[in-house]
């Protein structure tokens, strides 16, 4: 007899990285429970093993811990969860799997500006809400409104990290107005980026998609009146039944269509609205991910002493390259964004979800390699396949460290 596995994701309905693990749980139809990132298991168990305090956290009955979106969904991918899910998330194709790496990675590192102005830039239509939502994840929070207002103050300022200020607000508008227009007009003819089921794409969309820009009030109506589809696309990622009903009849509604890796468009011929959305990519957040990459290796190259296996910081648990939770300290880069200069910090976490992709492109066959760079030059993503850590980001213990010099 199979023993019933059950998992908990300590998570929250707010948070941003947790709808990325949630999405994959939901539409795998895995069977977990969710769990406040408040409770005395993860505040006294969870956040030891792990090292900081982070969400999401997947624990398996067994008693084993996973920390981080990408790697919760590689316990089901590759791991020992694997007969527990319906599909792989991964396309065996080269060319699908290099466009769905760059879409986990957009998705969950290139829409914060827009998640971050639509969430803290709006307090008449959202200050209840989110004031409730925070109140949630700790038992017993107040739910005063002035507290709230203070208490936040620390996510507020760090939109700045991301690039939101007072000059940027009306051209991130613009683009996110751009980036729903164009991925509404992808989702005409299919129901998630690469065809009949989600791939680590569409996970990484959800990420920024769902707590901030789907679930929040302000962004949630300009959703639903600027680009309805987008909504429904969203709701689909979080359900494990098929919800398709405005996509041709049959094929799709049929389950063994959803689970079939052909079910996934032909690499043969990329639709043009996929194409947009590419160079929207690289538009939106190619030069942002490059200068994150200079300003890394200035320090690293000075820094050459760095212990292999660390963060080469005071704080293991420090997320900013330098170290920083914030601007100052983190090792910002500076770069050009739609006719103005943004300034924004550097996170290693990047590199290492960056690094997915460049690896899977090298196990590649010689002539998929070829066609993945004709199309990234297609589409201005080129540079992408290129940019390079001189010390590569590793995974260890649940923390991001540098690798060996090499
Ligand atoms: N790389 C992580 C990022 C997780 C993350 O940043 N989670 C946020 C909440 S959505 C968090 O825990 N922030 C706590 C902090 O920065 O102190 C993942 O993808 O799982």
Redesign the pocket.
């Known amino acids: 007899m199979k023993v019933p596995l059950t998992y908990t994701l300590y998570g929250a309905p707010v948070?941003?990285?947790?709808g990325?693990?949630r999405s994959y749980l939901r539409t795998q139809g895995i069977d977990f429970v969710e769990e406040a990132p408040g409770s005395e298991r993860y505040l006294g168990h969870i956040v030891p093993e792990v090292g900081?305090?982070?969400?999401?956290c997947l624990e398996t009955s067994d008693g084993e811990i996973v920390?981080?979106?990408?790697d919760?969904i590689d316990h089901f991918e590759k791991g020992p969860g694997q007969e527990l899910r319906r599909f792989s998330a991964y396309p065996e194709s080269p060319v699908l799997l290099a466009i769905a790496h760059v879409f986990e990675l957009f998705g969950?590192e290139g829409l914060l500006r827009p998640a971050m102005h639509y969430r803290w830039n709006f307090d008449d239509q959202n200050l209840a809400f989110l004031n409730s939502e925070f109140a949630v994840l700790v038992p017993g929070a107040s739910h005063d409104e002035e507290a709230f207002l203070h208490n936040s103050g620390r996510m507020r300022k760090a939109a700045v990290n991301f690039g939101v200020t007072p000059e940027s607000v009306e051209a991130i508008e613009a683009a996110f107005d751009e980036w729903l227009d164009l991925f509404s007009a992808h989702l005409v003819d299919h129901p998630y980026l690469l065809g009949s089921h989600p791939t680590i794409g569409d996970y990484g969309l959800i990420?920024a998609m769902w707590?901030h820009l789907y679930r929040d009030p302000a962004p949630a109506m300009l959703i639903k009146q600027r680009a309805p589809r987008v909504g429904r696309w969203v709701e689909r990622m979080t359900t494990a039944e098929p919800y398709l009903h405005e996509y041709a009849a049959g094929s799709l509604t049929d389950d063994a269509a959803l689970v079939n890796e052909t079910a996934l468009i032909n690499d043969a011929e990329l639709p043009d609205t996929l194409l947009a959305l590419m160079a929207y990519v690289a538009e939106e957040y190619l030069p942002e991910v490059a200068a994150h990459v200079d300003v890394a290796n200035q320090w690293l190259a000075d820094n050459p002493d760095i212990e292999p296996g660390t963060n080469g910081l005071d704080s293991p648990a420090a997320?900013g390259l330098m170290g920083g939770?914030g601007l100052v300290g983190s090792g910002a880069a500076t770069f050009d964004w739609r006719g103005q200069q943004l300034t924004t910090g550097v996170m290693p976490?990047r590199f290492w979800l960056m690094q997915r992709l460049h690896d899977d492109l090298a196990a590649a066959d010689q002539a998929s390699q070829a066609r993945v760079r004709e199309l990234f030059a297609a589409t201005n993503l080129e540079p992408l396949l290129d940019l390079r850590t001189l010390r590569r980001v590793e995974r260890q213990g649940h923390l991001e460290v540098w690798g060996p010099v090499e």
């Open positions: 948070s941003l990285y947790t990325k693990a900081r305090w982070i969400i999401p920390q981080d979106g990408a919760i969950g990420a707590a997320r939770r976490y």
